[in-house]
Structures are given as C-alpha cells and as structure tokens.
C-alpha cells in the first residue's frame, strides 16, 4: 500500500466555497468511506491521517514475503453492507468464503468443534450435535427451554448485557462453553460488560419478534436484508455487479482474496482519482467553529471546510470536540483492551491437515493458555494456502482480554515473550508441535483501544454524544466506538451518517 504524503487534487483548505468543502479527521476505513461518499456527492474533500499509514485497523504488514492482513481478516455477511461496499469498488469477484470445516472452541476439559449456525456462539438448535458435544446432554435441555419462556425475558430491559441474556434464556452452560469464548475472542472482554445491543444489533428485536433467542440467531443467520434503493449513496458511477451472496449458502464471514487490506487501496484509489487530498503524519489537534463551519488545527496548519467528519477512537475524537461541544464534557467513553496479534509463518507440514479447522478460541477458564484465540489462516483462506505453498502455515493468535478484574488485560506484554507464548500456545492448541526452528518469521501487531469496549451504557452515551453533534450542525462522529464491532457495522453505520449529513 502506497502511503506517501501526498497531495492529490483542490482540498478543503484551499479557497472552495465553503458550502461545497469537507474534512475528516481520521484515515482509518470508516475516514476514507466517509470521505469517498463526501466526493461523489461532489464535495472538494481533505482527510487528515495522524499516522503514517491508511486503513486504521484494515491495514497489511508483509512477513516472509506473504503480504497479510495486520487487522480484520473478514467480515460478517449478516448484513450486506461490506460486499455492496467492494462490489461499488470493482471488488465483487475479490470476494471468497472460507473453508468448510468452522472453528473450534478450547474448553477446559478439551477442544470441540464450535457450533456452525450461532450468533456470538449462540445456538440456532441446542440439540445440534456440535452443540450437544460441548454442552452434553442436560446443557442441550436446558437451552431448549428458550422457546418455552415468554419474549419479554431478556427484552423488557432498556439495557442488557450478553452474559444476563444469554443466561436467563439459555443457561450457564451456553454462556460459559459457548458464548464467552467467542466474545472474548471477537471482542476481548467478558460478555458480562458487554452492552448486547452493541455487539449484537437486531438480537434482542428478534427475540421479541420470532419468540425465542434461538429463533432470533436463526433468522440473523438467514442473511442481509436488502436496503430499499433510495437510500443507496449518490454516485456518478454505473450500478456496479451485485456482490454474491456468500451468507445464504451458510458461512457467516467471508474475506477478499489477496486480503481484506486491499478494499483500502481501492479506496485510496478512488480518493486519488477524484482528487481528494491525503494528509498523513497530520495530527488533528483542536477544533473551533466557524462562521462557514468548521476549522480544524493540525501542529501549525489550519483547515477550514464547510462540513466535519470525525473518525478517530472514542476517547481521541470527544476530546477533539470537547472544546467546541461542551455539551460533550464527561461523555468520552472508556477505551477498547490493548490486543497484541502474533503472525507466525512456519514451516510445519502436519498443518496441512488443518487439525482445527479454520481456528480456535479459547474459553477464559481453560488453564495454560494465554491466548484468547488463535486463527489458522491457511487452514482458512485457500488463496492465502495457494500463496504459501504446501507445508508453510500462516497462524495469527491474540492475546489480551478484559473480564473485569485488575489482571483482565495481562499476559505476554513484550515482542519476545508474546513469541515464546505463541509457540506453545499454537503447539497446545493445534495439539502439534510448533518450535522456533520452525519459524520462517513473525510479526507482532498492537492495537492500542482500538476495538471499541462496548459497555453496558456506552449505548445510551454514544446516543448523547451523537445527539450533540447533530444539534450542533454539519458534523458527523463515525467509527467502530460508535457504530460497534465489526467491519459490516461500521460500513453500514458510516454510510448511513454520510447520508443524514448530506440531508
């Protein structure tokens, strides 16, 4: 990916009418699709980039000569949004399903196969043998009884954590077998913090609507509901093919073959062709209003512009308007976990078996393992196995997960002690030997608060500071702290407060 400091056309810093000029603070996925669907509207665009490089947590990194993913490596084909997002840039035929064969789950008294039809681990059919397998028999009953217990249990509260819902509908069994592991793996925390709302839009809804909440996983695993064309985004373009739908024949993610990185170089493509300008190394330091909008200092420069997208961290973009929105003032909210991804190239020809299956998380209460999850992305992606050869393996494990507790966000801190943890800890999982000598090369990925720590009220504070915004005019906060988890949330979000902004 090309990350040079350029300036590619007329900016919103260089004398257009106010009216017609926007900027964004931040070049992470949710910044550069912000400032895509400014320019098609026909909006002369600046984004500025305090880093040196595109894409936020979409971005790349190359080990052994294999150019991988550094952040996501997938998205959720619950909704459409992130294959529509790739058909629009000529991305369609890009997109691929993983291998058959799922995940796994690390219980404490061994490894099973994880659930193929769930929501957050959630089950669409307790008796399911994957299911029956790690919940045994009488966890299977219990969970059963979801569909005899009223609708209201579990909704009627205005908040809701994962751990309350899916306990009182399904039983701890679920919760600790299933549920826990996944959450922690998907969102680094325990699903006692976690808001579901926030991790799972639409859950709850259609659990009052089919009855049950097996019912509702059920009907979220069915696939994206098509958005009416009206509200599709303006575009000079012609309709692009439509994107396949990779949900309805049954896997609940799909990647994009060369990487998930690659929708940011075609974004930055886009950018360039249309002549928005690209700041990185720029910093947004302060924020003021404007008779015309709004201005935004970066060290000794000054951007003026007519609307103002944010698109930072939580915590990063409240302070940056704090001072401009006091209406803003004790709403920053808490900061993601400190997540470290290990990427080890190896050389281990037993992989090849793919020993389980696509990956692996790890329930919290398994003892010796300090990884939260570790995914086998050869065993997953055959253009990524087609790529490495036969016998070279590319495997990707995280560490750092909060539960509540002082030592929730501890484990292997250093390059070299994350290293030691991931050789043994890929070894115990994959139960087949990976040592050092095996190593072609690693890398070591640290995401500092990027992944949005979705507490239980950070709901009802991201409404406040959403609402603060729009009273204040021309300005829209977008990302992954406001929209939730996830690549398809955070596209379908963006879009959809690019739309309101324009309106």
């Excluded at 325990?190 to 991790?199: K, Q, T």
Aim: some cysteine.
């Amino acid at each position: 990916m090309d990350n040079s400091p350029e300036r590619t056309g007329r900016g919103a810093d260089v004398g257009d009418s106010p009216a017609k000029t926007a900027l964004v603070a931040g070049g992470g996925i949710s910044g550069l699709l912000a400032a895509r669907d400014l320019s098609m509207a026909g909006y002369a665009v600046t984004v500025l980039e305090a880093s040196d490089t595109w894409g936020g947590c979409v971005g790349s990194h190359v080990v052994a000569g294999l150019t991988l993913d550094s952040g996501a490596e997938s998205f959720a084909t619950r909704s459409s949004a992130v294959a529509d997002l790739a058909a629009e840039l000529g991305l369609a035929e890009k997109i691929v399903a993983p291998r058959p064969g799922g995940a796994w789950v690390q219980l404490p008294d061994g490894p099973r196969e994880l659930p193929k039809t769930g929501v957050l681990g959630i089950p669409a059919n307790p008796w399911d043998p994957e299911v029956r397998r790690s919940l045994g028999f009488l966890g299977s009953l219990r969970a059963s009884l979801d569909k005899y217990l009223p609708a209201s249990l579990g909704t009627s509260a205005d908040v809701t954590s994962v751990s309350s819902l899916v306990r009182a509908r399904m039983g701890r069994r679920v919760l600790d077998r299933l549920v826990a592991p996944v959450v922690g793996g998907v969102h680094s925390a325990d699903p006692g913090l976690l808001d579901v709302d926030m991790v799972a839009p639409g859950l709850r809804a259609g659990l009052r609507l089919h009855g049950s909440l097996a019912a509702a996983v059920a009907a979220q695993r069915r696939g994206p509901v098509t958005p009416p064309p009206a509200e599709a985004p303006p575009s000079a373009a012609p309709s692009p093919p439509a994107a396949p739908s990779i949900a309805k024949a049954g896997s609940a993610v799909a990647g994009l073959e060369g990487g998930m990185h690659i929708l940011i170089s075609a974004l930055l493509g886009v950018l360039r062709d249309r002549g928005v300008t690209l700041l990185h190394g720029c910093r947004a330091d302060a924020v003021a209003r404007t008779a015309a909008g709004w201005r935004v200092t970066a060290g000794h420069e000054t951007y003026d512009a007519g609307l103002l997208v944010v698109a930072l961290d939580g915590p990063a973009a409240v302070g940056l308007l704090a001072e401009a929105l006091p209406g803003l003032a004790g709403k920053s909210p808490e900061g993601g976990p400190d997540v470290r991804l290990v990427t080890l190239v190896v050389d281990v020809p037993e992989l090849d078996r793919r020993p389980r299956g696509t990956g692996i998380l790890v329930a919290p209460q398994t003892r010796g393992i300090e990884a939260k999850a570790l995914t086998h992305a050869t065993g997953k992606w055959d253009w990524l196995a087609a790529a490495a050869g036969p016998g070279t393996h590319v495997l990707r494990l995280s560490y750092g997960r909060v539960d509540g507790s002082p030592s929730g966000t501890g484990g292997p801190s250093t390059d070299n002690e994350l290293l030691a943890a991931s050789l043994r800890d890929a070894s115990a999982l994959l139960d087949v030997p990976v040592e050092s000598e095996d190593v072609i090369g690693w890398d070591v990925v640290r995401w500092q608060g990027a992944l949005p720590f979705a507490a239980v009220g950070h709901k009802a504070r991201v409404a406040d500071v959403r609402r603060t915004c729009t009273q204040a005019g021309s300005l829209s906060v977008v990302g992954g702290w406001v929209a939730g988890n996830g690549l398809a949330a955070v596209v379908d979000d963006t879009r959809d407060q690019i739309r309101r902004l324009l309106n």
